[in-house]
T-cell receptor, first 108, second 113 residues
Framework: EDQVTQSPEALRLQEGESSSLNCSYT??????LFWYRQDPGKGPEFLFT???AGEEKEKERLKATLTKKESFLHITAPKPEDSATYLC?????????FGAGTTVTVRA | EAQVTQNPRYLITVTGKKLTVTCSQN?????MSWYRQDPGLGLRQIYY???????DKGDVPEGYKVSRKEKRNFPLILESPSPNQTSLYFC????????????FGEGSRLTVL
């Protein structure tokens, strides 16, 4: 059974304080690892797709990386508007399995 | 505007009273899916559909039904709701072959008393 584990559960940062979120996974035949952002009261919003170890994707202050067993979402010099819950997910056939998420709070 | 629309957004009902949560997308997506989100458990897939008249179970299908008679619509049916189905429900869609890059609706918060 596919498993996705995210850590930490919550992360409190000062504005400008860079940090990383971890997503570890076990899946039989990775066909993609996905990162989403979810704001309170909203549906998740797609951020990145990573397909193979060594791949990296960037968007503004976010950078996602992938190894054979885990993915990292690096937040560089975060701003308060980066506060959200970040979810990662893996796909196997047509089933998408999500982690429980990391809630990031960035204080001004 | 590309969107996934769910209705109702909020609903309080009682045990055993059948209800339907509608989901409609305007992006001509083949793939549609329903999830429930519970604190500490994350998003869990209930059912998914790869195209019209093609549906399959996700990880937590018990107590739910779906149908896909039209490409744009994918309703979630609770025939006899129970309190353990109190949750936040999300519908999502994507193009076939890109099932990880989902567009999500705004969510439907359901309370079963």
């Amino acid at each position: 059974e596919d498993q996705v584990t995210q850590s930490p559960e919550a992360l409190r940062l000062q504005e400008g304080e860079s940090s990383s979120l971890n997503c570890s996974y076990t899946v039989s035949g990775l066909r993609g690892l996905f990162w989403y952002r979810q704001d309170p009261g909203k549906g998740p919003e797609f951020l990145f797709t990573l397909y193979s170890a060594g791949e990296e994707k960037e968007k503004e202050r976010l950078k996602a990386t992938l190894t054979k067993k885990e993915s990292f979402l690096h937040i560089t010099a975060p701003k308060p508007e980066d506060s959200a819950t970040y979810l990662c997910a893996v796909v196997n056939d047509y089933k998408l399995s999500f982690g429980a998420g990391t809630t990031v709070t960035v204080r001004a | 505007e590309a969107q996934v629309t769910q209705n109702p957004r909020y609903l309080i009902t009682v045990t055993g009273k059948k209800l339907t949560v509608t989901c409609s997308q305007n992006m001509n997506h083949e793939y549609m899916s329903w999830y429930r989100q519970d604190p500490g458990l994350g998003l869990r897939q209930i059912y998914y559909s790869m195209n019209v008249e093609v549906t399959d179970k996700g990880d937590v299908p018990e107590g739910y039904k779906v149908s896909r008679k039209e490409k744009r619509n994918f309703p979630l049916i609770l025939e006899s709701p129970s309190p353990n189905q109190t949750s936040l429900y999300f519908c999502a869609s994507s193009f076939w072959g890109e099932t990880g890059e989902l567009f999500f609706g705004e969510g439907s918060r359901l309370t079963v008393l």
